[in-house]
């Protein structure tokens, strides 16, 4: 065997192990917490819920670096019952809204993937809980009223101890001209199911993007200034 052969086929070797290596070596191991400490958690945030009106309004700034969650999620981590009611449907709890932690202790069934979630969630440096308040959309809900359908909401800013931070309010409704199109459907005595289901997934998706502006600045006011001081 000449000696270039050989270097060769040490070098094969050489390369076959060190890939066999870091296949087989396993990563930094990810932190673990009781799940519990979550739920007590949840149940603190739920309790300090404040009445409407009852917390200062967030900055846009205080909107941005949080964990993320809807209510609904935040009853299920608090193991608490969910009430039947419109308020905590799917399409106005979109799992989108949930920081991937909080989906995967909801939806895993692996202890040490809830661990890890639970963990990733108490090191949170605060909670964002998107809570709606109050469903106003009859073709949603399957009433055939024409009135366009609204939806009222907080975003409710938590410290990780779970104590109130501020809160800000946004409403968002149907899009018009989808309402229109549901008004055109129904000509019959009741709603059908099918144009029903499009409006709920129409104001789920108008949520979506009603959220994805809460963290914008409010914009500034370039018109010309207010002398109304200045009328008799």
Known sequence: ????????????????????????????????????????LAATMLKNAP?????????????????????????????QPLENRPELSDWVNPGELDSPAARQLVESTDPTRQRQAAAELLLA?????????????????GVKDFKRGHVGARALRYDKAGNLICASVFLWTNDPQKQLWAIEKSDKPMIDPEVQKAMQKDLREQMLLRVA????????????????????
């Open 1 to 40: 065997m000449s000696v270039r052969s050989s270097a060769r086929n040490v070098l094969v070797v050489a390369l076959a192990t060190l890939t066999f290596g870091a296949c087989g070596k396993k990563g930094p191991k990810l932190p673990e917490a009781d799940p519990a400490k979550l739920a007590t």
């Open 51 to 79: 009445l409407p009106a009852g917390a200062r309004e967030c900055k846009y700034e205080e909107m941005l670096g949080n964990a993320t969650m809807t209510r609904k999620t935040l009853l299920e981590l608090a193991k």
């Open 125 to 141: 440096p605060s909670f964002l809980i998107y809570n709606v308040d109050l469903v106003d959309a009859p073709i949603p809900l």
């Open 213 to 232: 502006g809460l963290g914008a600045p409010a914009p500034k006011f370039t018109g010309p200034a207010d002398d109304r001081h200045d009328r008799n």
